[in-house]
């Protein structure tokens, strides 16, 4: 079955960096899109990055744009996320899911998400 595994996340203090990744499994993935979303507690799940199946295309919320990279080795079947300059806004539970558009920015037009990781930025 499909399986997407991320890892990387934990405490940082603001301005700082993580670097999140995801391990895919059960699916073609270079055919596949692939998007990070996050969720704050009592917010709705929100769109952060997405790649293009072959990596050529990215996408970025404007929260995020100029600070996160959204990369992608199709040789190791994994995604990561590079985020730097953290605010503490950015605390969230952080989610890989993969699509099997080109690119992707709605929830909806992603069929499979892992299980998530925490990012939690705080001095």
């Known amino acids: 079955q499909v399986q997407l595994v991320e890892s990387g996340g934990g405490l940082v203090q603001p301005g700082g960096s993580l670097r999140l990744s995801c391990a895919a499994s059960?699916?073609?993935?270079?055919?596949?899109?692939m998007g990070w979303f996050r969720q704050a507690p009592g917010k709705e799940r929100e769109f952060v990055a997405a790649i293009s199946y072959r990596g050529r295309s990215t996408n970025y919320a404007g929260s995020v744009k100029g600070r996160f990279t959204v990369s992608r080795d199709n040789a190791k079947n994994t995604v990561s996320l590079q985020m730097n300059r953290l605010k503490p806004e950015d605390t969230s539970i952080y989610y890989c899911?993969?699509?099997?558009?080109?690119?992707?920015?709605?929830?909806?037009?992603?069929?499979?998400w892992g299980q998530g990781t925490q990012v939690t930025v705080s001095s």
């Open positions: 899911a993969a699509s099997d558009l080109l690119i992707a920015t709605l929830i909806e037009e992603y069929n499979y």
């Open positions: 059960g699916l073609a993935f270079s055919s596949y899109g």
